[in-house]
């Protein structure tokens, strides 16, 4: 499936680029298989991925609910570090 | 009261709480309360040059939308402003505005905390630090202490 990925903060920087578009194996149904297909693609997701723990994942907008969060229907996924506004 | 009017707004210039007050309880008598908050760009030891603020445009406003009205449904709010800017921000400038109002001051100001408490955590906008010595930015980490503001939410009332 086609999907829009975006990346934030330090994220961003590591990836090198804000967003781009990919089309998802169909095997790819939750966060934590995006996880896992992400480490496939390089050194640089491979590199933010070590530390999963601390990586936030929103699907069109709304905070993920978990690494089991399915990702069907869903257009845009952003991943992005821990938020530090306010 | 009243259906509450909640403004969110993220944008770059900044604001004035006054105007932001005098918006919210012109033309009504229902509030006998309003508290503010407002976070402001800090440089206590004179190293900092600037931050800047990233934010995703998509989900930034809607996700304080979303505590917002969580704030409204908890507590009897007549109104809620929040305001989070990003881009460059210098030491001793504005960065963040919540407004809270109510007919009484305790759900005045458990709606503003409850509203910078989530916004801290959950509104996605992330701070990089740039030095007065020109040394290259790092981004700042998130603070324990934020996440541990929010159990005190999860409490039965007192």
Redesign the interface.
């Known amino acids: 499936m086609n999907m829009k990925l ?1 990346y ?3 994220i961003r920087e590591r990836v090198g680029f804000s967003e781009e578009e990919v089309n998802l194996p169909s095997d790819v149904k939750t966060v934590a298989d995006l996880f896992d297909w992400l480490r496939g693609r390089g050194e640089e997701f491979e590199g933010f991925l070590q530390q999963p723990d601390i990586i936030r994942v ?1 699907l069109d ?3 993920a609910d978990g690494r089991e969060a399915s990702l069907s229907g869903i257009k ?1 996924i ?1 991943l ?7 | 009261m009243k259906i509450p009017i909640i403004k969110i707004q993220v944008r770059q210039e900044n604001f004035d709480l006054n105007d932001e007050i005098r918006a919210l309880t012109a033309n009504r008598t229902d509030v006998g309360a309003v508290v503010s908050f407002t976070g402001i760009c800090r440089d206590e030891n004179h190293t900092l040059s600037a931050l800047e603020i990233e934010h995703y445009p998509g989900m930034a406003q809607a996700e304080i939308l979303r505590i917002a009205e969580i704030a409204c449904s908890r507590w009897p709010l007549g109104g809620m402003v929040a305001i989070h800017r990003y881009g460059k921000i210098l030491p001793g400038e504005n960065i963040v505005l919540v407004v809270a109002a109510s007919k009484h001051r305790q759900a005045a100001f458990d709606g503003a905390n409850f509203l910078m408490d989530f916004l801290k955590t959950r509104a996605p906008f992330w701070k990089k630090e740039f030095f007065a010595d020109g040394s290259k930015g790092e981004w700042v980490s998130a603070k324990d202490d934020d996440d541990g503001a929010l159990v005190k939410w999860n409490q039965p009332e007192p």
């Open positions: 975006v934030f903060s330090w929103a907008h709304v905070h845009e952003a992005f570090p821990p938020m530090t506004g306010g």
